[in-house]
């Protein structure tokens, strides 16, 4: 796609979820899309595990306390959206009526095994409300082992958008070397880093993002206030009693492909964050710097990304009961309708060999 002409707004969203309650997270997801699209936003970003919430009791609570644990995570997977439902085609017409890209932090419910495991992931809408993709969270961090399974490399995607090329990583992804350079070798200009983190070193880290890739980069996170967490969850009295206002303070920023702030850092506050895209800082800047172009060294380092997705069953039948073998394997970075062109070529329905006869 050509670089666009004129200069364009973003937005990076700043707010508290309605804490673990997927509905009214997204009808406030939906006001503030609309917010931002009024004041000229064609890009707005929200942050990390938006909806329902980010699951900070993972900071929190031992591990071993089941009995505060299992009924946190039984209300999280209930409360987690499935990709597609009924949650994402509310944002998806959300996006249509705005006439913007959104991007979305979610808590993705496994829909093709169990149905009992998460996922952290990005969606991605584009202004005529299609779901043009997802990506989930290759490691979570820590504490987050506890709640979120690992992504892999099926759902890493960059998006050719009139904005310009669109992707991102999500929170400590972006400390992954290999994952960060992937999003620069397949061209990204507006590179997304939702998250949970804050502080000097996270948005030090955006700077250096920034500057390394020479794209513009949007920072946004949660900011979550103890008050935002209902009294009724039994982990709150016990573990952030006396705890200070603020769990998370935010400090979402936008920064420029030169690594200097152009929005925020804004903290301690709910505020939609506004900067404008200048497309000749896109390109201009990589004369000098260009990390995955002539700084790449192709005869010295080679990368090789994996993007073949690994689902957690596969089904097939004896050719000879008359039932050819199948596979599901959805495509993860297309709209939410699933048709045949969204299977792998030749992988919709395959035939099972029969296995040659053994000679006497």
Known sequence: ?????????????????????????????????????????????????????????????????????????????????????????????????????????????????????????????????????????????????LVWA????????????????????ICWENYMPLARYTMYAWGTQIYIAATWDHGETWLSTLRHIAKEGRVYVIGCCIALRSADIPDRFEYKEKFYSGSREWINEGDSAIVNPEGEFIAGPVRMKEEILYAEVDPGQMRGPKWMLDVAGHYARPDVFELIVHRKAHPMIKVAEDRDAGIASSYYHPHPNRSAELTAEALPPSRGRESARSKPKRKK
Not at 22 to 28: G, L, P
Not at 85 to 93: K, M, P, S, V
Not at 154 to 169: A, C
Request: one cysteine or more.
């Open 1 to 145: 796609m050509p670089t666009p002409s004129g200069k364009f707004k973003i937005a990076a969203v700043q707010a508290s979820p309605v804490f673990l309650d997927r509905e009214a997270t997204v009808e406030k997801a939906c006001r503030l899309i609309a917010e931002a699209a009024s004041q000229g936003a064609r890009l707005i970003v929200f942050p990390e595990s938006f909806i329902p919430t980010y699951p900070d009791w993972v900071w929190a609570v031992p591990p071993g306390r089941g009995k505060i644990l299992n009924p946190l995570y039984a209300e999280f997977l209930a409360n987690a959206v499935e990709v597609p439902g009924a949650a994402t085609e509310t944002l998806a017409r959300a996006a249509r009526k705005a006439g913007a890209y959104v991007v979305m932090g979610v808590t993705e419910r496994d829909t093709a095994a169990s149905g009992a495991s998460l996922y952290n992931t990005l969606l991605y809408f584009s202004p005529e409300g299609v779901l043009m993709g997802k990506h989930r969270k290759l490691v979570p961090t820590g504490g987050e082992r």
């Open 150 to 169: 690992y992504g892999d490399g099926s759902t890493l995607e960059v998006y050719d958008t009139p904005l310009g090329k669109l992707g991102g990583l």
